[in-house]
């Protein structure tokens, strides 16, 4: 292995302009080896959270990650929901549900600009970002911000979406529905594309299964899985659509099931919006028993999950979150290795990584002997101290 | 093939006539959606520095400041805007939300970069404090006292605490301070109190 050019790519990814660290192991043009590491920027927010009440540790996990600020939250909220058998009123979760597939629209199209982007499709990158620009609006003008809603709230929603707001959201969609036709043909009608993406990262079905991938990365590999569907939450049960696959794995297969993923999205919001019932939006809740919760939600990139112990008191004793990523980053071992160092950037990004969610612990492996483990670099630490006192001594 | 590439020459020519997508913000000022939130503002007359902001704030950005001297006692609400995350709890949780104006109140005000963190603070006037008689301990602010007894109507009279509070706002009862006994005495139930020795005054 040390024979052979190994690029590294980070701590700081140049262009995702976020920490991680990937070594590309070469061999001329082609990639033989990838290692990721994760875990170079700890942010301590499952500890915080334990140190927060209830109604506040939900802001602090709406601020893992920028894109997921509903996905995380929602988890959150229906977890500690489960300890204290909440019952949500039926108008909050429809709210709820449209919250999520408004999200999932900004998420899907900021990663397809981002594709065209490292693919040099400056095209695609530049009208995915100008489109998205509605969505967001619509999520200032309902939440009160672009980001980071605070929506979610224990029992309930924190603010209503207005009548005025529903004809809002649906002028809104359909010009961006125009859009998004435009984009589905920029990217499916181009023959560069097709070239440059087709057969290119493939996850076999067998693969994914074995990696236990999730979200639209399972779902272009041909399994058909979906929190919405197989574990309804908020109101996904209660109308149509459809759960998109497709069989083929690769990187295209990515970026075709995330594009008619948004478009089942608009429809879901419609359908939310029209069902909408009236009713109140928030349900008294008293004290948290002591008990245990868990909940997942489909974020954009897959299952995220979130685990709560209360022991009773106003604040969580313990607190586990997995972001989907964390699932869908061992895959680069089978998706990567093969494929030349161009195609690697590409690959990289398709399973549309997203570090601030993982970023949250530090892994080390210790048996692999070119990762250092902390005690190694405590010793080595140690023994350079050793070494330079040595020489003052000396001096 | 073709197709493609009248698409975006028809997106391109639009961009050309329309000019960017963009605003020009500096130069043209911008107005955030109605929800939007911004700078959260303190009112002076609506905020009756009770501190529930404070207490619910997931950042604790807001500071609760009690300046207890001989010549006063204050309560200051001080807002840190550089710890603030703006989520909208101490607006949505503020004991006078209700009422016109109330307490806390996010505005629309976004620009609020600037180059000094002492500067960087959203304050409501200084509140004074109602004192217990007997230990001189901070019990609340006197507008806060106030707004409970207007809530409450003929119910604060239960409360002796409310009642001669209330009376001493009227310039009905004088306010004497006294140094701390050794015994307290029933009669001293009927005073402004905090919370520790109106339960040594009825008890014990």
């Not at chain 1, 929602?74 to 009123?89: F, G, H, L, N, S």
Request: glycine residues 6%.
């Amino acid at each position: 292995m040390s024979h052979k050019p190994v690029i590294p790519i980070g701590p700081y990814h140049p262009l995702q302009e976020e920490p991680e660290f990937y070594k590309l192991v070469v061999d001329g043009e082609t990639v033989v080896d990838v290692d990721v590491r994760i875990g170079w920027n700890h942010r301590g927010i499952e500890k915080i959270s334990e140190s927060k009440s209830f109604d506040q540790s939900i802001f602090i996990v709406e601020r893992i990650c920028g894109i997921c600020s509903s996905s995380h939250p929602i988890t959150c909220v229906q977890a500690i929901e489960d300890i204290a058998d909440i019952e949500v009123p039926e108008r909050a979760l429809y709210i709820r549900s449209i919250i999520q597939e408004l999200e999932r629209l900004h998420s899907h199209m900021l990663w397809l600009g981002l594709a065209g982007h490292f693919l040099g499709y400056n095209t695609v990158f530049m009208w995915g970002w100008k489109y998205r620009e509605p969505i967001c609006d619509i999520m200032e003008t309902v939440t009160g911000n672009r980001q980071n809603y605070a929506m979610m709230k224990v029992g309930g929603v924190r603010r209503d979406i207005e009548k005025e707001h529903v004809s809002y959201i649906m002028g809104r969609l359909d010009e961006f529905l125009h859009h998004l036709d435009m984009l589905k043909g920029a990217v499916l009608d181009d023959p560069v594309l097709h070239a440059r993406l087709k057969g290119v990262g493939i996850l076999t079905k067998e693969a994914a299964i074995e990696y236990s991938v999730l979200g639209p990365v399972a779902r272009a590999s041909d399994i058909d899985i979906d929190v919405r569907r197989d574990h309804p939450y908020a109101a996904y049960d209660r109308i149509k659509w459809n759960v998109i696959t497709m069989k083929e794995g690769d990187v295209f297969a990515k970026t075709v099931v995330r594009i008619l993923e948004m478009y089942e999205s608009v429809s879901i919001i419609r359908q939310c919006l029209d069902k909408m019932p009236r009713g109140p939006i928030d349900a008294k809740v008293k004290d948290i028993p002591p008990g245990e919760g868990i909940s997942q939600a489909e974020a954009p990139r897959g299952e995220c999950f979130h685990y709560i112990k209360s022991d009773g008191t106003n604040s969580p004793v313990r607190h586990k979150i997995r972001a989907p990523t964390y699932m869908n980053f061992p895959t680069f071992k089978e998706t990567v290795v093969g494929q030349t160092v161009s195609d690697a950037t590409i690959i990289l990004a398709a399973i549309d990584p997203c570090y601030c969610c993982t970023e949250r612990m530090l892994i080390v492996d210790t048996k692999d002997n070119d990762l250092f483990s902390v005690q190694e670099l405590i010793r080595l630490s140690q023994e350079k101290t050793m070494r330079m006192a040595k020489i003052i001594k000396n001096n | 093939m073709k197709y493609p590439k009248i698409r975006e020459l028809i997106e391109a020519i639009n961009a050309v006539v329309r000019g960017p997508y963009t605003s020009k913000f500096p130069r043209e000022p911008h107005t955030p959606a109605e929800r939007f939130r911004g700078k959260p503002a303190y009112s002076n007359e609506g905020c009756i520095a009770c501190g529930a902001c404070a207490l619910v704030c997931p950042t604790r950005a807001i500071e609760c400041r009690d300046t207890v001297t001989k010549e006063k006692a204050v309560r200051q609400m001080i807002l840190h805007l550089d710890e603030c995350h703006y989520c909208g709890q101490c607006s949505a949780l503020c004991t006078t939300k209700e009422d016109t104006p109330p307490g806390v109140k996010h505005t629309l005000e976004f620009d609020l970069a600037g180059f000094s963190r002492e500067a960087m603070v959203s304050t409501a006037d200084e509140k004074e404090l109602a004192l217990c008689e007997i230990c001189g301990d901070v019990i609340t602010a006197k507008a806060h006292l106030n707004w409970l007894t207007k809530k409450l109507g003929p119910l604060a009279f239960s409360n002796p605490t409310l009642f001669v509070a209330s009376l001493k706002e009227m310039g009905l009862a004088e306010d004497v301070f006294q140094a701390a006994k050794a015994d307290l005495v029933r009669s001293d139930r009927i005073k402004v109190l905090c919370a520790k020795c109106r339960r040594k005054a009825t008890i014990e």
